[in-house]
């Protein structure tokens, strides 16, 4: 079975500056796709940036990007230019990749992100 | 609204009822989630229908959960005899079946037990 661990509950950020989010998970898998999902007070999820784990290049996705270490199993996700608008729960999640299309997502906790102005 | 929808938003019953809450996924997506948000907890998978296949029901927490989803479009998920336990946020999602799916949440429904 695939985990998905967050190892920071909470962070906090200045509005502006740079946060780094942590995610490590433990899979057997060698075909797999990674997310991050955004979920505001308004309670949707909200789709972040996902990884293919053939792929080498970390995704990017305007001031969001990532930082994929297969060996390590690391999925860090890197918000720049923070805004007031990105304070929100931010989780990993883990698809495993199969044959027949679209599968069930594996999330971690969360990590409660707050931008202060 | 092209987006998932879901209803009711909010739902508080006693213990002991039973509880429908409905799904209705993106046209065109064929594949429809179930998931449940406990407080302070990441999302727990319940229940994957994809296309005319027998769903997945392997996160159902227990025989008084279960999901049906009619005409390939709209689910309803049952909980039947609720306890306090199943008080969570209800969160569907649905995807196309292509491969990488990025799965498309609903706004969830909030259960609260009594």
């Known amino acids: 079975a695939q985990t998905v661990t967050q190892s920071q509950p909470e962070m906090s950020v200045q509005e502006a500056e740079t946060v780094t989010l942590s995610c490590t998970y433990d899979?057997?898998?060698?075909?797999?796709?990674l997310f991050w999902y955004k979920q505001p007070p308004s309670r949707q999820m909200i789709l972040v940036i996902r990884?293919?784990?053939?792929?080498?290049q970390n995704a990017t996705e305007n001031r969001f990007s990532v930082n994929f270490q297969k060996a390590a199993k690391s999925f860090s996700l890197k918000i720049s230019d923070s805004q007031l608008g990105d304070t929100a729960m931010y989780f990993c999640a883990f698809m495993k990749g199969t044959q027949g299309g679209s599968e069930k997502l594996v999330f971690g906790k969360g990590t409660k992100l707050t931008v202060n102005p | 609204g092209a987006g998932v929808s879901q209803s009711p938003s909010n739902k508080v019953t006693e213990k002991g009822k039973d509880v429908e809450l409905r799904c209705d996924p993106i046209?065109?997506?064929?594949?429809l989630y179930w998931y449940r948000q406990s407080l302070g907890q990441g999302l727990e998978f319940l229940i994957y229908?994809?296309?005319?296949?027998?769903?997945?029901k392997s996160g159902l927490p227990s025989d008084r959960f279960s999901a049906e989803r009619t005409g390939g479009s709209v689910s309803t998920l049952t909980i039947q005899r609720t306890q306090q336990e199943d008080s969570a946020v209800y969160l569907c999602?649905?995807?196309?079946?292509?491969?990488?799916?990025?799965?498309?949440f609903g706004d969830g429904t909030r259960l609260s037990i009594l």
């Open positions: 046209s065109g997506h064929t594949a």
């Open positions: 990884q293919e784990a053939y792929k080498q």
């Open positions: 899979t057997s898998e060698n075909n797999y796709y």
């Open positions: 229908f994809q296309g005319n296949s027998a769903p997945d």
């Open positions: 999602a649905s995807s196309l079946r292509d491969r990488p799916a990025p799965q498309h």
